[in-house]
């Protein structure tokens, strides 16, 4: 008899759980993230891999730089932006784009996001803010 009252329980919790995972929405990732970028580094890879409809809004401030030779600043990553100034790139071969002081980038083809700093010779950490809008992609009703 104790068996098959523990058999019952067990079958029971089995069902609601199940019942759960079914009914409960999935999880959206969260929405605001922080990075810190080092000027040591090209670029630092955030791990947030994105979809064609997200939106991404990066905040970053511009970080100190010893002065660019006229040599140097065409070798920069983005030769048109100011030294020290936050990038984005949407793919690791992809062209930079400026985020300083903020950016916000509709996205209309799966990529991953890059930050860097446009600049040799600068000191310190760039904190990053971005915050994402997740694409809810419509299912039809069945």
Same mark, same amino acid.
């Given at each position: 008899? %104790?068996?098959?009252?523990? #058999?019952? =329980?067990?079958?029971?919790?089995? @069902?609601?759980?199940?019942?759960?995972?079914? #009914?409960? $929405?999935?999880?959206?990732?969260?929405?605001?993230?922080?990075?810190?970028?080092? @000027? &040591?580094?090209?670029?630092?890879?955030?791990?947030?891999?994105?979809?064609?409809?997200? %939106?991404?809004?990066?905040?970053?401030? +511009?970080?100190?730089? &010893?002065?660019?030779?006229?040599? !140097?600043?065409?070798?920069?990553?983005?030769?048109?932006? $100011?030294?020290?100034?936050?990038?984005?790139?949407?793919?690791?071969?992809?062209? $930079?784009?400026?985020?300083?002081?903020?950016?916000?980038? $509709? =996205?209309? &083809?799966?990529?991953?996001?890059?930050?860097?700093?446009?600049?040799?010779?600068?000191?310190?950490? =760039?904190?990053?803010? +971005?915050? +994402? !809008?997740?694409?809810? #992609?419509?299912?039809?009703?069945?």
């Amino acid at each position: 008899m %104790r068996c098959l009252r523990v #058999s019952v =329980i067990a079958s029971l919790l089995a @069902t609601v759980s199940a019942l759960n995972s079914q #009914s409960s $929405p999935k999880k959206q990732p969260l929405k605001d993230y922080t990075f810190a970028v080092a @000027t &040591e580094r090209v670029w630092t890879d955030t791990g947030l891999d994105l979809k064609s409809g997200d %939106r991404v809004h990066v905040y970053g401030k +511009v970080v100190a730089c &010893e002065g660019q030779t006229r040599s !140097e600043k065409a070798h920069l990553p983005l030769p048109s932006a $100011p030294a020290g100034s936050l990038l984005v790139k949407l793919h690791g071969e992809s062209n $930079p784009i400026l985020a300083s002081p903020d950016a916000d980038l $509709p =996205i209309i &083809e799966n990529g991953r996001l890059y930050l860097g700093i446009n600049g040799w010779h600068c000191h310190g950490t =760039i904190s990053v803010k +971005v915050h +994402v !809008e997740w694409h809810q #992609s419509k299912t039809p009703a069945k």
